[in-house]
């Protein structure tokens, strides 16, 4: 008998050992909107593909571009705005999946400062999300054909916390919230949504891919690392499919991972329940048309005080081929 456990404790010591290890920084702080990847972690489907897994969250001093760049994170999740911006800048990020199929990027706005249509924002203060968050907001301002200087018939832009202080404080008439986050919040405060007029982007007109994974371009060309993140594809693509169909586990598994003990249950399952439905409908792989439509959109925003990006990304600014690989196996 001692024999056995000695050689069942010696397996696993060798499973371990062999184990690849794989870092993902996080866009944000531990929430349901990375829920995938907790999930895919605490059932072991990382652990299945032979992965060890390290999940490191964001916040608001984190731009997971600079993590990666900088060699401390194998992937990252971004939004494609930024992960573009960023490869101008001379950082070849690649998308390697695209779990979002849907964005949740959405501008709130109190019906008692006038506010009912865009045609209404010239002369109001906007709140805005930079960090990268901000190339959506400049394209639709420039569909619009708003200067952003605060000049006469333009709008004055507030750089927005990441939270929703500046509308229950009416420093700002309308602000930015994710669906399934700070949208939330509002109401929370007692606000109703007959108070509110909000709008979507993408029904405004501005495609934004959100909440992308992405890795350096040269280091795909090691066919080690390239089948390391098939299996990561194949394996976080299996957790977003799990907690879709299992909204309140995956709240449940995000608040074990808190380490900060900051989120609630309760609005971790809320919030489950809204990043479902952007996730909803996809299968990882990203859609040449939402790429496509996603670089018009910034290329539209270019600007003297927004550069954003100038050209349309050159060389392989994304890819199918791991997400293809990794949803055929």
Known sequence: MKKLITAGLLALMAGAASAEDVTLQLKWVTQAQFAGYYVAKDKGFYEEEGLNVTIKPGGPDIAP????????????TTWMPAALAARERGVPLVNIAQPFKNGGLEFTCLKETGVESPADFPGKTLGVWFFGN?????????KLGLKTDGSEGGVTVLKQAFNVDALLQKQAACISVMTYNEYGQVLDAGITPDQLVTFSYRDQGVTVLEDGLYVMEDKLADPAFAETMVKFVRASMKGWKYAEANPDEAA?????????????LEHQKYMMGEVAKLTAGGNGALDPADFDATVASLLAAVSPENPAITK???????THDITDKALAE
């Open 65 to 76: 571009e600079q993590v990666i760049a900088s060699g401390q994170a194998d992937v990252i």
């Open 134 to 142: 901000e190339y959506p907001f400049y394209a639709w301002m420039a």
């Open 252 to 264: 449940q598994i995000v608040i074990d991972n808190d380490e900060s003990g900051a989120q609630s």
């Open 312 to 318: 349309a990304p050159e060389g392989k600014a994304w």
